[in-house]
């Protein structure tokens, strides 16, 4: 039966399909986003003749925890929940230049040492590039292949007869399958060379790492669907000019997606940071208002962050909000509470809040810390560097209790802090701990009271 080609339209944004061109895509209202695709459509493949499939009882199943390996990088396993899954999918997304290149070189160079088979192929960049690349990092054993290769054919049939246990591939855009007609990159090339790479990993039992570059919103490029196939998705965030990148899990199906890893980019590569707490506060300015230090958890780890804020009044008349590193809408939220509970005129007063350090927090928990930076810079009155807090605010002005109380205060000791403001309904049934003072408050008129 002779193929047959079929036009189909695609969403680059979210991999909607439909038979027709359109401006704005239906399923994520993005515009100018459809690209035309030709499909080819022959024979289906029969299943007769196969092997019959039965069912598994859930009891016949063993589960080990051997099954993961360390990737000799302690952050990255914290993100990946405890180290590589046999057998997983694991799509690293970040902005040109940020590090992903570096830090899957780094993960092969500490698995080689290991003795770790593991197989590196790029489509992007040649041997040599590579190898420049690599002695810069530190010296790599002999259980590192390279692969520079396209084919997704060619380098299934390397993977099969190499039998690796790690697999990089760099980059899922280069990928492509001669069975699909259109150009490497686009929403079929990337949908279909991340199932080929999904097959493999399952039925092999291999780990395999895939690179995805993302666009300018910030989103892996092409279909959303490539999210939904793999098991992980780590986003290397952080500015590419400076020197810290945060690694951080949007999905795991084997641990948490809301831990982190922190990195320093340095001549020689990636450095773990080991402590994000004390660079987080590295700088942070003396007997200056609008500045307080507040308390987060991503995943398990606490991290104290220094929470900036510049009040000052409009001169247009029209006030203008800023906000870096948390929701915009939050700090209209919480300006609205403040001026219903303390009777502030901010609506004639533009407000500018930053998160020092490059990190993105939208815990809840840092709500009571904005309010206090907020009324420090409009008062022009400091906060002693000493005092830390952390706490949710409701809209009636309440400060609401918040999870992990105990690891937070623990952080903020072990970071030299001396007083603690907190939810006064987290601190019952906690532990008294020593060389910290701990002020339970009600509400954020309890909290500005006691620093005034």
């Known amino acids: 039966m002779a193929k047959t080609k079929k036009t189909v339209f695609f969403c680059q944004s ?14 994520c209202h993005e515009w100018n986003t459809f690209v035309e695709e030709v499909l080819d459509e022959g024979k289906k493949i029969s299943r007769k003749g196969t092997m019959a499939v039965r ?25 990946l929940g405890g180290g590589i899954v046999t057998g997983s999918l694991v799509l690293v997304g970040g902005d040109p230049g940020i590090g992903k290149s570096t830090l899957l070189l780094q993960v092969c160079q500490k698995l080689s040492e290991k003795h770790i088979q593991v197989l590196y192929v790029s489509g992007e960049e040649s041997l040599q590039q590579i190898r420049i690349r690599a002695d810069r990092i530190g010296a790599f054993t002999e259980d590192l292949s390279l692969l520079c290769e396209t084919n997704l054919a060619d380098i299934r049939s390397v993977i099969e007869k190499e039998k690796p246990q790690v697999v990089v591939i760099d980059s899922i855009q280069t990928m492509f399958n001669e069975e699909v007609t259109s150009t490497p990159g686009s ?10 790479l999904m097959q493999i990993a399952k039925v092999l039992g291999i780990a395999v790492f895939v690179v995805g570059h993302v666009t300018k919103e910030g989103v892996v490029a092409g279909p959303r669907v490539l999210e939904h196939m793999v098991d992980t998705v780590l986003y290397f965030e952080g500015d590419r000019h400076g020197t810290y990148r945060i690694l951080r899990g949007v999905k795991n199906r084997f641990g948490s997606t809301n831990e982190i890893g922190v990195f320093e980019m340095r001549q020689n590569g990636l450095t773990e940071v080991k402590n994000p707490s004390e ?92 309010v206090l930076a907020i009324y420090s810079s409009y008062k022009n009155q400091p906060i002693d560097e000493k005092i830390v807090c952390f706490g949710e605010v ?19 000791e072990k970071m030299g802090f001396e007083t603690c403001i907190l939810p006064k309904v987290s601190m019952k049934g906690l532990p008294q701990i020593k060389g910290i003072r701990l002020i339970g408050v009600e509400s954020i008129r309890d909290a500005v009271d006691f620093l005034r």
């Not at 987060?296 to 008349?317: D, K, N």
């Not at 029209?318 to 300006?335: E, K, P, Q």
Request: proline share 3%.
């Open 279 to 370: 660079y987080m506060l590295s700088g942070k300015p003396k007997g200056a208002s609008g500045s307080i230090v507040a308390c987060s958890m991503e995943g398990t780890r606490p991290i104290l962050v220094e929470i900036q804020a510049l009040v000052c009044r409009s001169v247009f008349g029209m006030a203008r909000r800023t906000a870096a590193g948390t929701d915009y809408n939050r700090i209209n939220l919480l300006m609205a509470v403040m001026e219903k509970s303390f009777g502030m005129h901010l609506s004639d007063q533009d407000a500018y809040v930053n998160i020092a350090g490059g990190i993105r927090i939208t815990e809840p928990a840092i709500d009571l810390g904005l």
């Open 394 to 412: 409701g809209l009636s002005g309440e400060v609401r209790a918040v999870s992990m109380v105990e690891q937070r205060i623990l952080e903020a």
């Open 14 to 27: 979210c991999g909607y399909e439909s038979v027709k061109w359109s401006g704005q895509c239906p399923a």
């Open 55 to 79: 069912p598994v009882l859930l009891s016949e199943i063993t589960s080990s925890q051997d099954q993961r390996i360390s990737s000799g990088m302690e952050e990255l396993d914290r993100v």
């Open 187 to 196: 929403v079929s090339q990337v949908r279909e060379s991340t199932g080929i």
